[in-house]
C-alpha cells in the first residue's frame, strides 16, 4: 500500500513559478514509478509528467516540456513537480501517482492516488 499527499499549490501570476510536493509513504515506494497529472475543470485528467524509480527517466507531456521538471529524492519519500513560466491554461488539480510498472502516461496504469492540490495562475 502506497499513500501520497500533495502540496505546494495555490495562486500565481502567469511568468511565475511554484514546486509541488508528493510525500509517498509505503515500504516499497521507492520502487514505483511516480507521476504527475492535471484535471482543468470540465476536462478529463492528463498526463504531465513521470520518472521511473532510480530517477534516470523522466518523460513529459509536449505541453509542459522546458517548462517542468520532475525529480524525486527517495531518500525523503517525496516527489517534486517544479513548474516555471507558468500559463493560465496551466491552472487545474495536480494529482501525484504511483505504478508498479514502467513509465506511462496513461492514467489507468498508475495504482494510487493523492488527493490532489490546486494550481491557479492569473493572467
Known amino acids: 500500500q502506497v499513500q501520497l499527499v500533495e502540496s505546494g499549490g495555490g495562486l500565481v501570476q502567469a511568468g511565475g513559478s511554484l514546486r509541488l510536493s508528493c510525500a509517498a509513504s509505503?515500504?516499497?515506494?521507492?520502487?514505483?514509478?511516480m507521476g504527475w497529472f492535471r484535471q482543468a475543470p470540465g476536462k478529463d485528467r492528463e498526463f504531465v509528467a513521470a520518472i521511473g524509480w532510480s530517477g534516470g527517466s523522466t518523460y513529459y507531456a509536449d505541453s509542459v516540456k522546458g517548462r517542468f521538471t520532475i525529480s524525486r529524492d527517495n531518500a525523503k519519500n517525496t516527489v517534486y513537480l517544479q513548474m516555471n513560466s507558468l500559463k493560465p491554461e496551466d491552472t487545474a488539480v495536480y494529482y501525484c501517482?504511483?505504478?508498479?510498472?514502467?513509465?506511462?502516461?496513461?492514467?489507468?496504469?498508475?495504482?494510487?492516488w493523492g488527493q490532489g492540490t490546486q494550481v491557479t495562475v492569473s493572467s
Open positions: 509505503g515500504r516499497t515506494w521507492s520502487s514505483y514509478t
Open positions: 501517482a504511483a505504478a508498479r510498472g514502467p513509465l506511462s502516461i496513461i492514467t489507468t496504469a498508475y495504482d494510487y
